[in-house]
Nanobody, 121 residues
Framework: QVQLVESGGGLVQAGGSLRLSCAAS????????MGWYRQAPGKQRELVAT???????NYTDSVKGRFTISRDNAQKTVYLQMNSLKPEDTAVYYC???????????????WGQGTQVTVSS
């Protein structure tokens, strides 16, 4: 069974940094696009950043220049380095991945359980 397990959330003051990690476990063949989403209280879940299997990143405008997404394909892990954090970055952050799974090798979409990031002013 494939799982995405996140870590690295917490409480930080405005201007601080956090690094999120998300590791895929289970019987995976290939991890395609991986990404991070977030959901603040009372708001819809929104895209933060994605990264292709080849390492090409994509960011939502509000985090450009502050957040960096990266991945380690050998470790089946995606990271989100968050710098210059603002109170409006407070949310539950979710890892997401498209994964090709044996034996059918069909691509399925998976979500992690979420990790809380709280930025105090």
């Amino acid at each position: 069974q494939v799982q995405l397990v996140e870590s690295g959330g917490g409480l930080v003051q405005a201007g601080g940094s956090l690094r999120l990690s998300c590791a895929a476990s289970g019987n995976t063949f290939r991890l395609n696009v991986m990404g991070w989403y977030r959901q603040a209280p009372g708001k819809q879940r929104e895209l933060v950043a994605t990264i292709s299997s080849g390492g090409d990143p994509n960011y939502t405008d509000s985090v450009k220049g502050r957040f960096t997404i990266s991945r380690d394909n050998a470790q089946k892990t995606v990271y989100l380095q968050m710098n210059s954090l603002k109170p409006e970055d407070t949310a539950v952050y979710y890892c997401n991945a498209d994964i090709r799974v044996p034996p059918s090798y069909v691509v399925y979409n998976y979500w992690g359980q979420g990790t809380q990031v709280t930025v105090s002013s």
